[in-house]
């Protein structure tokens, strides 16, 4: 079976960096995704990764390690806008390919 | 701008109605699924298709079943809803090989009373 577990919120300061963890149980592990959800909107592609190490895209970076079974999405310089939930989704060839996704981290940027 | 479309962002029905969600992809994926998304429950599959007239169950298929008979077109059914089928149900396209992840959409809204 999967098991995906996030923390459920967490609250951060306008400009400071904050990472949100993500730890996994599969079987058949190949690759994790982060997606970022505005309230009342679609989750969108954040970040993939599939071998261990770390991955930048701008302010946004997603590390892994697929022996410990854990990752984290770091979000630096905050913005306001980055209040949002943050889904870890993680596929598994052992589940028709499919993604299975965490329950999220709601996360509060304040000024 | 690629896109998935669900036809209503909200809808109210009565309890034992027959209740029909639609979902068009403009991006020729073979991939479509239907989730439900319930706060501290996340994101949980309800049924996906790899092809045209193909459907498989996901993890809570009880009182739903779908249809897609066309490349484009994803139909959620709700046969008879009942008030625990009141959720925000999310749409998504992927590739066959998933390798981009899915383009979701915005969602639709549905209280059952």
């Known amino acids: 079976g999967q098991n995906i577990d996030q923390p459920t ?43 261990d190490g770390l991955e930048e895209k701008g302010r946004f970076s997603s590390f892994l390690s697929r022996s410990k079974g854990y990752s984290y999405l770091l979000l630096k310089e905050l913005q306001m806008k980055d209040s949002a939930s943050y889904l870890c989704a993680v596929r598994d060839v052992n589940y028709g390919q499919n993604f299975v996704f965490g329950p999220g981290t709601r996360l509060s940027v304040l000024p | 701008d690629v896109k998935v479309t669900q036809s209503s962002r909200y809808l109210v029905k009565r309890t034992g109605e027959k209740v029909f969600l639609e979902c068009v992809q403009d991006m020729d994926h073979e991939n479509m699924f239907w989730y439900r998304q319930d706060p501290g429950l996340g994101l949980r599959l309800i049924y996906f298709s790899y092809d045209v007239k193909m459907k498989e169950k996901g993890d809570i298929p009880e009182g739903y079943s779908v249809s897609r008979e066309k490349k484009e077109r994803f139909s959620l059914i709700l046969e008879s809803a009942s008030t625990n089928q009141t959720s925000m149900y999310l749409c998504a396209s992927s590739l066959l090989d998933q390798r981009n992840g899915y383009t979701f959409g915005s969602g639709t809204r549905l209280t059952v009373v």
């Open chain 1, 9 to 51: 919120e967490m609250t951060a300061t306008e400009g400071a960096i904050v990472q949100i963890n993500c730890t996994y149980q599969t079987s058949g592990f190949n690759g994790l995704f982060w997606y970022q959800q505005h309230a009342g909107e679609a989750p969108t592609f954040l970040s993939y990764n599939v071998l």
